[in-house]
């Protein structure tokens, strides 16, 4: 079966997908699991809407001892062993999970492959303690910034002016999504990661370090288009509640996931400073910006 190395994470999943062969390591014989019978009715954990192949989609998680199965509207149905190291569909037919051999490599469409890498991979991660950040990122004489905001705040715009400036300081790290880590002795983000909305060509993850020290963090608020942008420090509080706004996913986690959640969110907060980034959306304004981040380092 392949296996992918995602952020650090080693995750198996016999399905080899052309835009994720920078991830691919190795193809052996799986050890993980055999074929699996899905328990029926199953028991429904989580329902919400999600962004999925272009256009709002229904995402459920189903309970399927000993792992979960993720539903998406219009796609297959993939099961996700509980130690996060296996994603692998389900035959709904059969109600069963497809382990190896012919059956398991059979065609994925294009939205099998972005339910793929994104909701089951991000929920992967999770259960393997790697939480992804919605925001993009830079990296300035080796000093690592993430921008957080809403969609259309402009995360991925700063990101690559900046990155495209021509400063050789300025590197781009993430366009959409970076996983994250921490522990007493800091956050560290793991930028070899798929960019979902880059082509292959642009990925910026396999030319980069395996981790990377995170040292600050930008929460993008609109301002005025007359005003100049502005950083202002965020108290703890605030930095934890956009901590837990902006990270992928949680919609989907049970009641003792958003637990370990509000901790790592908590303990970010009081590692890293947070700022609020208030951002006029016009084009003069980027120079600016460039420039108060890089005072900060």
């Given amino acids: ?50 962004w999925v192949g272009g256009e ?13 199965v993720l539903k998406v509207a219009g796609g297959s149905d993939f099961y996700v062993a509980p130690d996060g190291r296996t994603i692998l569909r389900v035959d709904k ?11 398991a490599r059979s065609h994925l469409t294009k939205l099998d492959r972005e339910i793929l890498v994104g909701p089951a991979l991000v929920l992967a991660l999770a259960l393997r303690g790697v939480w992804c950040l919605h925001g993009s990122a830079a990296l300035y004489n080796d000093r690592l910034t993430v921008f957080l905001g809403e969609s259309g705040q ?5 990101a690559a002016y900046l990155a495209a400036k021509g400063d050789p300081e300025w590197r781009l790290v993430a366009d959409d999504i970076l996983p994250v880590t921490a522990d007493p002795a800091g956050v560290k983000a793991w930028p070899r ?12 993850g396999p030319g980069l370090p395996e981790q990377i020290n995170l040292d600050r963090i930008c929460v993008l ?23 837990l706004r902006h990270t992928v996913g949680t919609r989907l986690f049970d009641p003792a996931f958003l637990k370990g959640h509000l901790a790592f969110c908590a303990h970010v907060a009081g590692l890293v400073p947070v700022y609020r980034l208030d951002y006029p959306h016009r084009k003069e304004a980027l120079p600016r910006i460039a420039e108060l981040l890089e005072n900060l380092c």
Wanted: hydrophobic share 35%; aromatic share 8%.
């Fill in 1 to 50: 079966m392949p296996y992918y190395c995602f952020a650090g994470q080693d995750i198996n999943f016999p399905y080899r997908v052309l835009d994720l062969e920078s991830y691919y390591i190795l193809d052996g014989e799986s050890s993980a699991l055999q074929p699996l019978v899905i328990p029926t009715p199953l028991a429904l954990s989580c329902r919400t809407i999600g």
């Fill in 56 to 68: 709002q989609r229904q995402v459920d998680i189903w309970s399927a001892p000993p792992g979960v």
């Fill in 93 to 103: 037919y059969r109600k069963r999970v497809e382990a190896s051999g012919k059956a």
């Fill in 154 to 158: 402009g995360k991925s715009t700063l």
């Fill in 193 to 204: 990661f798929p960019q979902l909305k880059l082509s292959r060509q642009a990925q910026p």
């Fill in 221 to 243: 608020t609109q301002a005025e288009m007359d005003k100049m942008p502005e950083l202002h420090s965020l108290p703890q509080g605030q930095a934890v509640q956009s901590l």
